[in-house]
């Protein structure tokens, strides 16, 4: 599976942004859909997840604001971002993974990220 996350961009705070992931080469079903960010000098940690029948799970720093969502039909995941704050500022990954959780060694396939911007 190739993936390409994109809609990353700048936004002030409490705007919104909707990040999208599209998937290549192979379905995504079946697979376990995840975001991931990444800031500067900081590791990589978990957003969101959502599971091949529709179950998601969200990091508690975004949950309530942070709608993670499939459509298998097309191949895409998307992250429905609301009320972002200056801390969402990262690099955003999308990856896929038939065991995925919030453990970033449970996802096999991972795009190259999509900046987000918050200014404050």
């Known amino acids: 599976v190739q993936l390409q996350a994109s809609g990353g961009g700048l936004v002030q705070a409490g705007g919104s942004l909707r990040l999208s992931c599209a998937g290549s080469g192979r379905t995504f079903r079946g697979y376990v859909m995840g975001w991931f960010r990444q800031a500067p000098g900081q590791e990589r940690e978990f957003v969101a997840r959502i599971s091949w029948s529709g179950s998601t799970n969200y990091a508690e720093s975004v949950k309530g604001r942070f709608t993670i969502f499939r459509d298998d039909a097309e191949n895409m995941v998307y992250l429905q971002m609301n009320s972002l704050k200056p801390e969402d500022t990262a690099i955003y990954y999308c990856?896929?993974?038939?065991?995925?959780?919030?453990?970033?060694?449970?996802?096999?396939?991972w795009g190259q990220g999509t900046l987000v911007t918050v200014s404050s």
């Open positions: 990856a896929a993974g038939f065991g995925g959780s919030a453990a970033r060694s449970s996802y096999d396939y």
